[in-house]
């Protein structure tokens, strides 16, 4: 099975650029160093049929779902419920009206809960006297205890931490999404073994108590050893132009917009 990986967003919660904010990398004209919040898009085939499995609503979703021509989604699974991971998810309602259909949400028991009562509306009828267009979901929660099928594809759930927080990266075939984790337990190193692609957290040099650093990411993919990585929740300490230099061949500073070919 192949898979086409389009990061949609590779910011951090405030994007770059910031508000208010004066510093090189906000007022550079690189567009790749102007950042979304983050998430991601898994596209693959079932029996000649498509399948679009999103990573988290970033809250620029419907900016990124235009940008690139995204009429589909069979499924969004969330690492956690951070408000740039969740926020745009109200504009699913026009990926239901195009399709005719809800669409499937999966994350751990926590996040769902929280969906369920931050996006009250879109559940429960007496929160929408007025009977306004809302998104059409179905929740499903899910834990890191082994593969679930979602959209027609085995996916495993991996526990990493996000600070003090348990969040879930994701793998599928050879490909692994692991964004927010300041570190990555031994039991879940296991499970991201042999990768053809590894997107992971880096974001900046500076230590950070619930992220990666860019040498912290640096080690944990010399351990892991995929054959190709990408660094994602970028700060707006990094310029893009000026790490893309410094860092192994095998290991790219990803940007908006970036499209990654799994092979089978």
Known sequence: ???????LGTGTSAGIPIIGCDCDTCRS??????????????????????R????????ELRHQLIRHRVTRVDAVIYTHNHADHVFGLDDLRRINAVMGRAIDLYGEPNVIDWIRTGFRYA?????NP???????LTTHTIA?????????????PIRVMHGRIPI?????GRFAYCTDCSEIPPDS???????????????????????????????????????RAYFTHIAHDIRHAELELKLPEHVTLAHDGLTIEVPN
């Not at 099975?1 to 990061?7: A, D, E, F, G, V």
């Not at 559940?123 to 929160?127: G, K, N």
């Not at 007025?130 to 059409?136: F, G, I, R």
């Not at 879930?168 to 599928?172: D, S, T, V």
Request: with cysteine; aromatic share 6%.
């Open 168 to 172: 879930l990266g994701f793998r599928l």
């Open 130 to 136: 007025n009977q306004s267009w809302v998104p059409q």
């Open 52 to 59: 679009v499995v999103l990573i988290d609503t970033p809250t």
């Open 189 to 227: 190193m296991n499970l991201l073994k042999d990768l053809d692609v590894l997107v992971i957290d880096a974001l900046r040099y500076r230590p950070h108590p619930t992220h990666l650093t860019i040498e912290q990411a640096l080690a944990v993919v010399d351990k892991l050893q995929p054959r």
């Open 29 to 50: 004209p690189d567009p790749r160093d102007h950042r979304d919040r983050p998430g991601a898009m898994v596209c693959y085939e079932i029996d000649g049929e498509p």
């Open 144 to 156: 890191p205890d082994g593969p679930i099928e979602i959209a027609g594809q085995s996916w495993t």
């Open 123 to 127: 559940f429960h009828p007496e929160a």
């Open 1 to 7: 099975m192949s898979l086409t990986i389009t990061l």
